[in-house]
């Protein structure tokens, strides 16, 4: 069996002109794990998910699915890899229905067999399934994003701040969810500002300040970190 | 299909006017082959007209230089224009007006190479090409009906497929496609290429028909203009509403623009006016607003 953890970020940069968004950035993730992304605004956590799943190209460094280095993958490529995401503002195909849009992203990945109305039921959407996606409220598309990404046969999926705007009772649900896809053997890298949510679901937090890699543990460890404390409050 | 088929074989025996009939198709077809561009991936080829030139240019070649049948030499002309397209392939980077912009100043650069005097033994340059040898108005009108055919069956086609599903999905918005599994490079250039054919194949029949031609005739900007208009009139993205809208707005042009052409420009520029205010998705929006299906 191979030690090679399922997703490797090594040396990951990112530049957007003269700006440095993401420098050396590097870590690991294995199947199943929850690791969650934190930072300030700025400090590169959306940048380096939109890197890994092909949305933005990496300038520096490598990125290894299972050890093969796809890095400069286009994003359907990715996506057919394993390789899947949602995004803070939600981008459903508005005019398709909710079950449309799962089945287009089961279709084009080769998951055709896919179980549509097992994903409907576990994100919730079963009772939209025949509305247009456009119709629906911001944390119903969410779900939505999530939807189309399990239809997708996802080995990782990264989740950007799929809690902002949910009450305590609807972050209860999404983190058992979360939770529920991991012990099935799913990987997630899941940005968040709520931290009492990612506590909930993960144990190993990496925090990002200025495009770089500050802190890697726990969350109760990275609240006593003096580079993690001075990126967030200054200092 | 077999309706617009059965109407093009019948029109001739209706109405004698059979040249009108022969421009009404045309450009029925280049109002369905630029709606496969627009209509069903949001890019709008304000050059079209670059395709339409090139597929007359490169079917009268054929004919002057090689012994090959007409309808070979049509398709040759049909497969300039893709090659053409596919050369400019990189353009489909770009979006919105930067697309449109880009590929117009590509269709004009067509347009002056061709009809540089310097090439006058090549192309004809400013004194154009004549065909006469070829002249057969029947067999034209019939292979302009099959290209309108054709062009009906591609978009009928990108309707009603899963390829179809995935235009729809990326025109709403290309990331998400991209994350959907799919190919949006691919796709957006696959039809690029289908539309690009189908006004080469209409270019190389319409010559067929002049057989005497100049090369304002085949890369006049109003072709382009035309070609939009009409579709827009209609409703991009269906099969059917470009086909409704070129041959009411051509059958008006050919009535006011020929009779009264000092009210022509004003009454269709109020049509526009009007038509982006109260049905920006064109006529056939109408049936859809009362929940009827179209095609």
């Avoid at chain 1, 997703?7 to 929850?34: C, M, N, P, Q, W």
């Avoid at chain 2, 009411?248 to 038509?275: K, M, N, R, T």
Wanted: proline residues 4%.
């Amino acid at each position: 069996m191979s030690s090679e953890p399922l997703l490797r970020l090594d040396a990951v940069g990112k530049r957007f002109g003269g700006l440095t968004v993401l420098d050396k950035v590097s870590f690991t993730v294995a199947a199943g794990e929850i690791v969650g992304l934190v930072g300030p605004n700025g400090s590169g956590k959306t940048t380096t998910i939109n890197v890994i799943s092909g949305v933005h190209r990496a300038d520096a460094g490598r990125i290894l699915l299972n050890g093969v280095p796809v890095q400069t993958r286009p994003g359907f490529r990715l996506a057919r890899l394993g390789i899947n995401r949602t995004f803070q503002v939600p981008k459903p195909f508005r005019s398709m229905t909710v079950r449309e849009n799962i089945e287009v992203s089961a279709h084009f990945c080769g998951h055709d067999q896919v179980d549509i109305a097992a994903i409907l039921a576990e994100t919730d959407l079963a009772a939209h399934a025949g509305q247009a996606a456009g119709s629906l409220t911001v944390n119903q598309q969410k779900m939505l994003d999530l939807a189309r990404a399990l239809a997708t046969g996802p080995q990782i999926l990264l989740i950007d701040e799929i809690g902002a705007g949910l009450n305590p009772q609807e972050l209860a649900v999404v983190a058992i969810l979360l939770q529920r896809l991991a012990a099935r053997g799913i990987a997630m890298i899941v940005v968040e500002h709520l931290l009492d949510f990612l506590n909930r679901i993960t144990e190993r937090v990496i925090v990002l300040g200025a495009g770089r890699m500050l802190f890697e543990g726990t969350l109760r460890a990275a609240s006593q970190d003096p580079d993690v404390v001075a990126a967030f409050i200054g200092g | 299909m077999a309706v617009v088929g059965a109407l093009a074989l019948i029109a001739p025996h209706l109405y004698g006017n059979t040249s009108l009939l022969f421009t009404i198709m045309t450009f029925v077809v280049l109002a369905e082959g630029l709606n496969l561009m627009y209509g069903f991936t949001g890019y709008l080829p304000f050059g079209y007209v670059g395709f339409f030139g090139t597929g007359a240019y490169g079917t009268a070649l054929l004919v002057l230089h090689t012994h090959l049948p007409v309808l070979l030499c049509v398709a040759g002309g049909g497969v300039a224009s893709a090659v053409i397209a596919l050369i400019l392939g990189p353009l489909l980077r770009l979006s919105g007006a930067y697309f449109s912009i880009a590929n117009l100043a590509a269709s004009q650069i067509i347009y002056f190479v061709v009809s540089n005097p310097d090439l006058s033994s090549i192309t004809g340059g400013p004194y154009g090409l004549k065909l006469q040898q070829i002249y057969d108005p029947p067999a034209s009108y019939a292979a302009m009906a099959a290209i309108l055919l054709l062009a009906i069956a591609i978009a009928g086609y990108f309707r009603m497929s899963r390829f179809g599903t995935g235009l729809r999905a990326m025109t709403e918005d290309p990331v998400s496609a991209a994350l959907a599994g799919i190919d949006v490079v691919r796709q957006r250039l696959i039809v690029w290429l289908a539309s690009a054919l189908i006004a080469g194949l209409a270019g190389g029949t319409y010559v067929w028909n002049l057989s005497v031609f100049y090369p304002e005739s085949v890369f006049n900007l109003q072709i382009s203009v035309f070609a939009i208009v009409f579709a827009l009139f209609g409703g991009v993205g269906t099969v059917i509403g470009p086909l409704i809208g070129a041959v009411i707005l051509y059958s008006f042009y050919a009535v006011i623009g020929v009779s009264a052409p000092q009210y022509f420009e004003l009454l269709y520029g109020l049509l526009i006016v009007l038509l982006v205010l109260f049905l920006p998705n064109g006529l056939i929006s109408l049936l859809e607003r009362k929940r009827i299906r179209v095609f």
